[in-house]
């Protein structure tokens, strides 16, 4: 069995994970220069994992942990296919995801997810675009910042796609139980394309590119204006992270369905996670959970140090996505429970070539 990550055969699916890949060092390098400027100069580390010894492909991601101007980031790219196994109803499938969580209350936290799948019978697959600001304290100068430059990196699309776009993505990040959303702007394109491959590809790196320099420079205006800034405060962030693991273990679709697909990135997806959670806030949350996820969401805080503020280190992360996999193997219908856009990818099953998990 090869040790490494093998490429997947498709050509468009390694021009795609060349231009992630550039993405993600933009990305990286623009988070370390802030670290350079404004933090203790710690730099993200490269670590990588494999999708079945590397047959499968795997990735590699860049992340911080808890330093510098980090409370946690994650930048995420994985390239997976199943080249030998026609069985499998997918091709491969390519992405970037980043998540970065600032130490620094007075600036968002960010997610974006970029990918291309490819169906092996070339019906569905197509682009997933998404784009979320999440700030625990809101300044409307980053908000407008924001969709100004996304908006412009979508404005080869139609208004109405790009009315569509917003609107998907406050229904996606919408957390029922707390009456709020997840962020203050939010993008989300599924199983997206038009008549020319060509001009998708590159829409979805102009707006992969739009989301990194609009949140680095957001990041940077936040440093300069932090005494002015004051109102942003460390326990309205721990608040608000707490919602971020609420919303990310309870009603993620795209996390769920990576955890039940395989085991071999446990870390990697949850990644997302930020460093610390406060555990009496979540256990108040418990009783606003529709059943079962209250099950689920009690299953999670188990997993959590018994004190109040507990920090989320990688055998923790191990241990919650344990107990999600769990959760909906047992559950199967509480995936209807979870947030998703018109379009529902049918994501474990594209993986699997037996019976999945239904998700819709």
């Known amino acids: ?128 675009l998404m784009a979320d600001l999440n700030p625990s304290t809101p300044f409307q100068e980053d908000v407008e910042l924001f969709n100004d430059k996304i908006d412009g990196s979508l404005s080869v699309l139609s208004s109405e796609w790009l009315t569509y776009a917003k609107a998907q993505g406050d229904r996606y990040f919408w957390i029922p139980s707390l009456n709020r959303h997840r962020g203050a702007s939010h993008y989300y394109l599924e199983q997206w394309s038009s008549n020319s491959p060509h001009q998708d590809l590159d829409t979805a790196i102009g707006f992969g590119q739009a989301v990194i320099h609009a949140y680095l420079t957001i990041v940077e205006r936040s440093f300069e204006l932090k005494s002015q800034r004051k109102v942003a405060t460390l326990n309205a962030q721990l608040e608000y992270h707490s919602a971020y693991f609420l919303q990310v273990l309870t009603l993620d679709r795209g996390t769920s369905s990576g955890l039940l697909v395989h085991g071999q990135n446990d870390e990697g997806i949850l990644g997302s996670l930020p460093q610390k959670v406060d555990r009496s806030l979540l256990e108040s949350w418990v009783g606003q959970q529709l059943k079962p996820q209250d099950l689920l969401l009690t299953k999670l805080i188990a997993c959590l140090p018994s004190q109040r503020l507990c920090e989320l280190d990688q055998s923790t992360r191990r241990a919650l996505a344990q107990v999600i996999r769990e959760h909906y193997k047992a559950h199967p219908k509480a995936l209807a429970l979870q947030a998703r856009g018109d379009v529902l990818p049918p994501t474990v099953a594209n993986h699997s070539s037996e019976r999945s998990i239904k998700l819709s």
């Open 1 to 128: 069995m090869p040790q490494a990550l093998q490429l997947p055969n498709s050509i468009t699916a390694q021009t795609v994970l060349k231009k992630l890949t550039t993405l993600q060092e933009l990305f990286r390098d623009g988070l370390n220069t802030l670290s350079a400027n404004w933090g203790d100069k710690t730099r993200l580390t490269r670590s990588e994992w494999l999708r079945d010894q590397g047959q499968h492909g795997g990735g590699w991601r860049w992340g911080g942990f808890n330093s510098g101007i980090l409370n946690r980031g994650s930048l995420n790219i994985s390239s997976v296919h199943y080249d030998n196994l026609p069985e499998k109803k997918l091709a491969s499938a390519t992405a970037l995801s980043c998540i970065v969580h600032p130490l620094y209350p007075g600036a968002p936290s960010l997610h974006t997810h970029i990918s291309w799948t490819e169906m092996r019978d070339g019906q569905g697959g197509g682009w997933r």
